[in-house]
Nanobody, 121 residues
Framework: QVQLVESGGGLVQAGGSLSVSCAAS????????MGWYRQAPGKQRELVAV???????NYADSVKDRFTISRDNAKNTVYLQMNSLKPEDTAVYYC???????????????WGQGTHVTVSS
């Protein structure tokens, strides 16, 4: 019904920058929240940043002032710009979206496949 496809990520040295993006496609009427979680090895998945349909954003304390989330509603795409990266930012980053489906009007949560971000010290 709905697919989230992530791109970007990779390997960067500490202090560097990376960006990831996520495009949603399929039977979409509208997207409410859209954002990013991450999961480091041996740790639970945690919220990184979220952007509401009203443009309000929220960030984890650990990434505030370093990461910026933005979205292009016309393209159903969310972006995460990551600056001043630290080794502790190393994780698999997952895109998620709360989507209202086109034909049913029901809302479901969808996840991307994840993209690796590795920050070397």
């Amino acid at each position: 019904q709905v697919q989230l496809v992530e791109s970007g990520g990779g390997l960067v040295q500490a202090g560097g920058s990376l960006s990831v993006s996520c495009a949603a496609s399929g039977s979409i009427r509208s997207i409410n929240d859209m954002g990013w979680y991450r999961q480091a090895p041996g740790k639970q998945r945690e919220l990184v940043a979220v952007s509401g349909s009203d443009g309000i954003t929220n960030y984890a304390d650990s990434v505030k002032d370093r990461f910026t989330i933005s979205r292009d509603n016309a393209k159903n795409t969310v972006y995460l710009q990551m600056n001043s990266l630290k080794p502790e930012d190393t994780a698999v980053y997952y895109c998620y979206a709360v989507v209202t489906l086109r034909y049913t009007g029901l809302s479901n949560n969808y996840w991307g496949q994840g993209t690796h971000v590795t920050v070397s010290s």
